[in-house]
């Protein structure tokens, strides 16, 4: 795709169906992989960072049958029955892959190197490289920090206790992967919440883990058993409907049984501070994790200064989130999270400079942005390869005035493979 064009106006209408969760698929593929037994999963998703994750385990010798759409069988090789892969693994965009399949090769004791693309390539991998080194592991990265990894083998890893210097949901289940494989205990606390799916998942592989407020514990040389998982719907591909809903008119969605953990649900206190209506109903439970029915209707939008503590359960709903500042009423402040400039890309300055384009005003800090809300030009934006960003500017054309045209928006089939077709038939218009 060249560019993605999307004509302006229109409004978002009827039930719209979410793929699976991308966070909770990567683990479901990982955790079967290395368990002993048939790991059957339903409703994975088959986007390009999770089929980077299958092709990774399949080149270590792990048979992943994939023939039905989305509900994938793993014959998993157990803790210790992965071997080096003949090539480097190239797992494109995902940072979710590398960081926690560091945690996993850091105690198989083989030999692997693991790169990415352009962007995966300037991402921080010290975070998670360094605490590993602690446990033993022999790692190498570039002098930056940076991938590409090569995973040497080592006879033995040993449990640490360890607190994280960034809240990181990835960090965190590296670190408990690598403590399957290590001596003695493995200790990791967080300066806040991020999200459990690990947590929640693990168990169900047969994994005994000790929670007591923002600290996991795991005993070391635990064995997972394969089982069979319901992967809920994604609440991050389900964010940007919620944007396009409330800031269009007439318009009104309801997007069925999405998964509603509340270290993920952010995005809907946020919007609701900016006065966004939606409802949340039929709460329930598939695979261990909350779902939720979640219906949207246009909305008056106001800014709000958004709470610091709101920030790790709605880490990757920014963009889309900025696309709400921009249609609201007064100005939205967002402060203390640098961390979105270490994501896809600079969150920050990305959607900055794409707001600006449509005539946003903007102002940008270290540690986030301030956006005046007001009227959106149409205009062109480059979403620099990153998947949110263009499903985030796809949205803002139901507010802006002219035609958006997107660069570099390829990005989406990372996690939202049908987001065209579903964007489409909501009345998104896409040319
Ligand atoms: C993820 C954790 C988050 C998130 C990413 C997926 C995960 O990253 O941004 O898209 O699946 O664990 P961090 O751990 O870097 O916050």
């Known amino acids: ?157 040993t449990g640490i206790s360890y607190s994280t210097p960034v809240i990181s949901a990835q960090v965190k289940s590296g670190l408990l992967l690598a403590g399957l494989y290590a001596e003695g205990v493995t200790r990791i606390s967080e300066n806040g919440r991020s999200r459990d799916h690990s947590e929640r998942l693990l168990p169900k592989f047969g994994i005994k883990l000790d929670i007591s407020g923002n600290e996991v514990r795991l005993d070391g040389g635990q064995r ?32 069925p049984q999405v998964g509603f953990n509340e270290t993920r649900n952010g995005v809907i206190e946020i919007l609701r501070l900016m006065n966004a209506d939606i409802e949340v109903r039929q709460k329930d439970t598939s695979g261990g994790e909350p779902v939720a029915d979640i219906s949207v209707k246009t909305s008056n939008l106001s800014g709000v200064n958004i709470p610091v503590e709101l920030i790790p359960a709605a880490i990757d709903e920014f963009p889309a989130i900025f696309i709400a500042a921009a249609c609201a009423d007064g100005v939205t402040v967002l402060r203390g999270a640098e961390e979105l400039r270490h994501k896809e890309s600079d969150r920050i300055s990305v959607m900055a400079d794409g707001l600006r384009n449509l005539g946003i005003k903007v102002e940008t800090y270290p540690d986030g942005i301030s956006i005046t809300g007001g009227n959106m030009t149409g205009g062109f934006v480059d979403a620099c390869g990153d998947h949110r960003v263009a499903m985030a500017f796809s949205m803002a054309t139901l507010k802006a005035s002219g035609t958006v045209s997107i660069k570099n928006a390829d990005g989406i089939s990372t996690s939202f493979p049908t987001f065209f077709e579903v964007a489409k038939s909501a009345g998104l218009r896409i040319k």
């Open 1 to 157: 795709m060249e560019e993605l064009v999307v004509l302006n106006g229109g409004s978002l209408n009827g039930v719209i169906e979410i793929p699976g969760d991308k966070s909770i698929s990567h683990r479901a593929v990982m955790f079967g992989a290395i368990a002993d037994g048939l790991t059957r999963v339903r409703g994975c998703l088959m986007s390009e960072d999770v089929l980077a994750t299958i092709e990774a385990f399949r080149s270590m010798g792990v048979a992943i049958d994939t023939r039905d759409q989305g509900h994938i069988k793993i014959s998993g090789v157990g803790l210790h029955g992965l071997k080096s892969p003949a090539r480097p693994i190239n797992l494109g965009n995902s940072g979710t892959s590398m960081r926690l399949l560091v945690g996993i090769l850091a105690g198989a004791n083989i030999d692997a190197s693991l790169e990415g693309d352009a962007s995966l390539s300037l991402r921080p991998m010290g975070r998670i490289v360094s605490p590993l080194r602690q446990m033993g592991a022999d790692i190498e990265m570039s002098v930056n920090e940076t991938p590409p990894l090569r995973v040497r083998p080592t006879r033995k890893l």
């Open 224 to 255: 997972l058993a394969g089982c069979d998982i319901a992967v809920p719907t994604d609440i991050s591909s389900a964010a940007f409907f919620m944007l396009g809903a409330a800031i269009s008119p007439a318009s009104e969605i309801l997007l």
